[in-house]
């Protein structure tokens, strides 16, 4: 395997993306500000990404032929979304480096094992319990008690492959409509807010993370970002710290965001590890407008051996997601006055689907010198 740590990119060198979503679109236009071509590995015609670059693999994963064709075109190798294939994913490192490390994705991939992991850092999640049968989940239920979410322990996203389980009815019913016996049971967590922390670690070991931002679900699909997360100073230097102790325990290179709930322990506001994602994140959207580095830009450095940036936000930053016909609306946000439009470029507007976003920075006051006006 390649020593990633020896991995230095420069203007004009390739950066192989797998998977062309509006994430590896929006990585492919921060490389190319940084003079870097991107090539974009899909299997999806219509991938929003294959707009943005000039050369494009559209492939199967599982296409042995084309994926040894893609290492040769590029000089590293970076992914976009956590479900590569793990045969793919080793065809390739044989090849070429892979940056985030493929084998940081046998933990992320799998629900079970990324919380056993999290769990021996002494990072608090939510109370679980592994599932693989019906007996497994009457055991696990009357250990953590209802409510609680059941989910399948790989390919969820967005709250699919989950269901609340609140009452003992036939909860075995949950786990039949589950369509898989490889689950976890999580205790219902009864959060204040939802929060996340996007952090970007380099070869050498250094940590940025950007500030906390706090997220709102609808349908369990993100809608709205808003930067600070209203939580303490105190709370918010916690999350960041949970967040760099993941990536350097995956001994990451790239971004990463790890989603947390902030929780109330007894008067006392905590918080507990959701999830982590081994990539750039929906909740870090708002970094492109709303901070002098976004997140891509951020993933791209790091991959490519260069210094992260050092990041300032610009003010109080909201995100809102355009998601399915919502988009249909970006007529009204162009005439928004301070609002910022992203368009993926996707086909049709299907329910609950990603189509574009708007930023909405409301710029910090110059700082005074008692320091009152700082946002
Ligand atoms: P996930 O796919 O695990 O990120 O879950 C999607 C969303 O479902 C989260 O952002 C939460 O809003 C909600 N959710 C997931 N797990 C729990 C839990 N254990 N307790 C309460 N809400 C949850």
């Not at 084998?103 to 850092?121: A, G, H, M, S, Y």
């Not at 003010?315 to 301070?338: A, H, K, R």
Request: hydrophobic share 40%; charged share 25%; aromatic share 6%.
């Amino acid at each position: 395997m390649t020593d990633v740590s020896r991995v230095t990119l420069k203007p004009g060198d390739t950066i192989g993306i797998l998977g062309g979503g509006q994430l590896g679109r929006m990585l492919a236009m921060a490389a190319a500000r940084l003079g870097l071509r991107c090539q974009v590995f899909s299997p999806d015609p219509d991938s929003p990404a294959f707009d943005v670059v000039a050369n494009a693999t559209c492939a199967e994963y599982a296409d042995v032929e084309a994926l040894e064709l893609f290492a040769g075109d590029v000089d590293v190798i970076t992914y976009e979304f956590e479900n590569v294939p793990a045969a793919s994913a080793m065809i390739l490192a044989a090849r070429r480096p892979v940056l985030p490390d493929r084998r940081i994705l046998e933990t992320t991939q799998d629900r079970l094992i990324e919380k056993d992991f999290v769990t021996r850092l002494g990072i608090k999640t939510a109370d679980y319990a592994d599932v693989s049968s019906p007996q497994t989940l009457l055991a696990a239920i009357a250990r953590i008690g209802l409510p609680a979410v059941l989910k399948t322990r790989r390919f969820g996203y967005d709250g699919k492959g989950q269901a609340i389980i609140r009452s003992n009815d036939e909860p075995e019913r949950a786990l039949t409509d589950l369509g898989t016996k490889s689950a976890i049971l999580e205790a219902f967590v009864p959060f204040e807010r939802e929060i996340s922390v996007i952090a970007a670690r380099s070869a050498d070991g250094s940590v940025e993370c950007f500030d906390v931002t706090e997220n709102e679900h609808r349908d369990h699909i993100l809608k709205v970002s808003r930067v600070p997360a209203a939580i303490s100073d105190e709370l918010a230097a916690q999350a960041r710290d949970i967040a760099q102790r993941i990536a350097v325990a995956l001994d990451y290179v790239g971004v990463l965001a790890v989603e947390m709930f902030v929780v109330n322990r007894d008067g006392k506001p905590d918080v507990l590890v959701n999830e982590i994602a081994p990539r750039v994140h929906n909740s870090g959207h708002w970094t492109l407008d709303g901070a002098s580095i976004s997140q891509f830009e951020q993933h791209i450095r790091a991959i490519a051996g260069w210094p992260l940036g050092k990041p300032l936000r610009h003010g109080e930053v909201t995100m809102t997601n355009l998601i399915g016909d919502e988009i249909n609306s970006y007529g009204d946000w162009l005439t928004v006055q301070g609002a910022t439009v992203h368009i993926y470029g996707k086909g049709a507007p299907r329910q609950g689907r990603k189509m574009g976003h708007v930023t909405q920075v409301h710029h910090a006051k110059p700082a005074q010198p008692d320091g009152t006006d700082r946002i």
